[in-house]
Nanobody, 124 residues
């Protein structure tokens, strides 16, 4: 499995960014795809997840109402639309894939494949 994340950048507080993750190497019907983020000096934390088959979505409380996770089933691509960004959203954002038999995990232990990360910086 290969995951390629992109779309990060520098944005002012209140702005928006759309992250993308291209997945390849297998079919993902039995997978959960997620976004995590890691700020300097902090642990990697869950942001949002989507069941590849069916499209059910899940969000961390910090991102509810400000973000939308989606996937393009045909293009094997996942997106994270983030709005009303805050300086505390500054982090490296990673996409991850994990088997659905582990459920919709909100910790890194539930995922066996990771993208390389894309930097999101929100200025105040």
């Amino acid at each position: 499995v290969q995951l390629q994340a992109s779309g990060g950048g520098l944005v002012q507080a209140g702005g928006s960014l759309r992250l993308s993750c291209i997945a390849s190497g297998r079919t993902f019907d039995s997978y959960v795809m997620s976004w995590f983020r890691q700020a300097p000096g902090k642990e990697r934390e869950f942001v949002a997840a989507i069941r590849w088959s069916g499209g059910s979505t899940y969000y961390a409380d910090s991102m509810k109402g400000r973000s939308t996770i989606s996937r393009d089933y045909v293009k094997n691509t996942m997106h994270l639309q983030m709005n009303n960004l805050k300086p505390e959203d500054t982090a490296v954002y990673y996409c991850a894939a994990g088997p659905t038999r582990l459920g919709v995990a909100t910790t890194t232990l539930g995922y066996d494949s990771w993208g390389q990360g894309t930097q999101v910086t929100v200025s105040s």
